[in-house]
């Protein structure tokens, strides 16, 4: 799926903002077209015509639906530093016991002065895999009540 979209020239980076005066009636509207069609263009003057790659074009799509429903978004660069209350907040746990899994080394941090910094992409990398094996332990408690005839199968 490929989608066309105007974009500006690389500026600088975008401090974070609020944007109160969001048609939703446009944004309901655009949600639509960018699901109904694979290609999107739009072209105005000064602008440039790029393709969007999918993983683009879906997190478009997630972000323009998000906003239609409501929903506060909030965009954050992978390389972006967190505090470590900042992280734990993040992967929903106590400060103290994300300090624990920085000093076993289970996540990478670096030091500013004397205080650790996390960065977004080594905690979403952590959390995925703390999904994944969590996974993988119910389905094989799962599997094992099935065996042990707790549970039929379906």
Same mark, same amino acid.
């Given at each position: $799926? @490929?989608?066309? %979209?105007?974009?500006?020239?690389? &500026? &600088? %980076?975008?401090?974070?903002?609020? *944007?109160?005066?969001?048609? !939703?009636?446009?944004?309901?509207?655009?949600?639509?077209?960018?699901?109904?069609?694979?290609?999107?263009?739009?072209?105005?003057?000064?602008?440039?015509?790029?393709?969007?790659?999918? !993983?683009?074009?879906?997190?478009?799509? !997630?972000? %323009?639906?998000?906003?239609?429903?409501? /929903? @506060? @978004?909030?965009?954050?660069?992978?390389?972006?530093? $967190?505090?470590?209350?900042?992280?734990?907040?993040?992967?929903?746990?106590?400060?103290?016991?994300?300090?624990?899994?920085?000093?076993?080394?289970?996540?990478?941090?670096?030091?500013?002065?004397?205080?650790?910094?996390?960065?977004?992409?080594?905690? %979403?990398?952590? /959390?995925?895999?703390?999904?994944?094996?969590?996974?993988?332990? *119910?389905?094989? $408690?799962?599997?094992?009540?099935? !065996?042990?005839? @707790?549970?039929?199968?379906?």
């Amino acid at each position: $799926m @490929v989608a066309v %979209i105007a974009v500006k020239p690389m &500026s &600088s %980076i975008l401090d974070p903002a609020l *944007i109160p005066d969001l048609n !939703k009636a446009e944004l309901v509207q655009l949600q639509q077209l960018l699901t109904e069609r694979s290609t999107v263009a739009a072209d105005t003057a000064g602008l440039h015509r790029v393709a969007l790659p999918d !993983k683009p074009y879906q997190a478009l799509v !997630k972000i %323009i639906g998000d906003l239609a429903s409501g /929903r @506060v @978004v909030s965009l954050a660069s992978a390389s972006q530093e $967190m505090t470590t209350q900042e992280s734990a907040n993040f992967l929903g746990c106590s400060r103290q016991f994300l300090v624990r899994l920085l000093d076993e080394e289970r996540i990478p941090f670096h030091r500013v002065g004397t205080h650790r910094r996390v960065y977004l992409q080594d905690l %979403i990398s952590y /959390r995925n895999e703390r999904d994944r094996r969590r996974h993988e332990a *119910i389905q094989e $408690m799962a599997r094992n009540a099935v !065996k042990d005839g @707790v549970y039929d199968e379906f």
